[in-house]
């Protein structure tokens, strides 16, 4: 196949305590319906999280980094190229994530590109952006349409390749874009991916003779600093962080309540502070997002409990649109400490 030009938007991760883009499983192979014209086929996005039909002659395209899902034609001529992403982790507004949607990879050259449009294709409003690129004597027009559909912002790039260098943007790739981009959107069908987070790696918090068990796809983070009072994980897919620290009280008393006051504003003047109970511990619960990048946002859930005679301080971040799914595990591994 030939190189890919575009570097999604979810290559925009690599910044801050989640640096990397998101990991994408290899896209499943299509099924395909024969009608009497032309086959129709079925592509579900590696991380399940949407599946897109189209008709022609198509195959999906092993991972690529940056995207969720990618698609190119049997003869190699066009590519399409398509994310999805939770309204809820960004602070974008559509048309702010229209200006951010394409960034040339490497070894390419920017020949002309639009501003964003506002346009509909198939009653979806949204914004188109045109841009031509040229890479080692090959050319390709990009259509990129960024739109809003309900709880999510979806992107969809189509790609038309031909060899002789272009006046002007193809006729023939906006005629053929709108037929595709038209099917993409009317068959585009979001879907909840259940995760399975797997509570099974035990950790020793060192000098305190406890234990805590953490989900089976944290890694220890090299970023984080060197400390002898705190662990520091990353999951696998780099979607959640983790934090412990436990500081011995010496057997002094600890106004946990000032404590929650004092923490949350260096954290952040929009702090949520309550009393929290998990399991047979008590303590308080530190709420508040911050930014990871300048698309995305993290959700930060800290947790303050005195527990044998320490400081207990859990602090998970990881995306808004995971919460309702991942609550259950920050609670079961603070409850999990022996």
């Known amino acids: 196949m030939k190189k890919s030009l575009l570097l999604g938007s979810k290559l925009?991760?690599?910044?801050?305590?989640?640096?990397?883009?998101?990991?994408?499983?290899?896209?499943?192979?299509?099924?395909?319906?024969?009608?009497?014209?032309?086959?129709?086929?079925?592509?579900?996005?590696g991380n399940g999280t949407f599946s897109v039909n189209l008709k022609g002659d198509w195959e999906a395209v092993d991972y690529l980094p940056g995207f969720d899902l990618e698609i190119s034609s049997l003869d190699q001529t066009r590519e399409i190229q398509l994310n999805q992403y939770a309204k809820v982790d960004l602070f974008l507004t559509v048309a702010e994530m229209a200006e951010k949607n394409f960034i040339a990879a490497d070894g390419i050259t920017v020949l002309s590109?639009?501003?964003?449009?506002?346009?509909?294709?198939?009653?979806?409003?949204?914004?188109?952006?045109?841009?031509?690129?040229?890479?080692?004597?090959?050319?390709?027009h990009h259509i990129l349409f960024t739109y809003e559909d309900q709880d999510f912002y979806k992107?969809?790039?189509?790609?038309?390749?031909?060899?002789?260098?272009?006046?002007?943007?193809?006729?023939?790739?906006?005629?053929?874009?709108e037929v595709f981009i038209t099917q993409l959107v009317e068959s585009w069908k979001s879907q909840t991916a259940s995760k399975d987070y797997q509570l099974t790696q035990q950790v020793s918090l060192p000098q305190t003779n406890m234990t805590l068990t953490i989900l089976e796809n944290w890694l220890p983070d090299s970023a984080a600093p060197a400390s002898s009072d705190a662990l520091y994980y990353v999951s696998k897919e780099e979607s959640q962080a983790f934090w412990v620290s436990f500081i011995s009280t010496n057997g002094n008393p600890v106004d946990l309540h000032q404590l929650a006051l004092e923490s949350s504003s260096i954290f952040s003047a929009d702090t949520k502070i309550e009393e929290s109970t998990v399991g047979a511990h008590s303590g308080y619960l530190l709420q508040y997002t911050s930014k990871l990048n300048d698309m995305f946002q993290l959700q930060n859930q800290v947790y303050l409990f005195e527990i044998n005679g320490y400081l207990l301080t859990f602090h998970f971040s990881f995306f808004p649109s995971e919460y309702e799914q991942f609550k259950p595990s920050m609670e079961a591994i603070i409850q999990s400490l022996k």
């Open 155 to 177: 992107e969809i790039s189509f790609g038309y390749w031909q060899d002789e260098k272009p006046e002007e943007f193809s006729k023939k790739a906006e005629e053929e874009g």
């Open 12 to 45: 925009l991760l690599m910044a801050l305590l989640l640096a990397a883009c998101s990991t994408k499983a290899p896209s499943t192979s299509p099924s395909s319906t024969t009608t009497e014209e032309v086959t129709q086929q079925q592509f579900e996005a």
């Open 113 to 140: 590109e639009t501003s964003p449009l506002e346009t509909s294709i198939a009653g979806k409003k949204g914004y188109l952006k045109k841009v031509i690129l040229e890479s080692e004597g090959e050319y390709c």
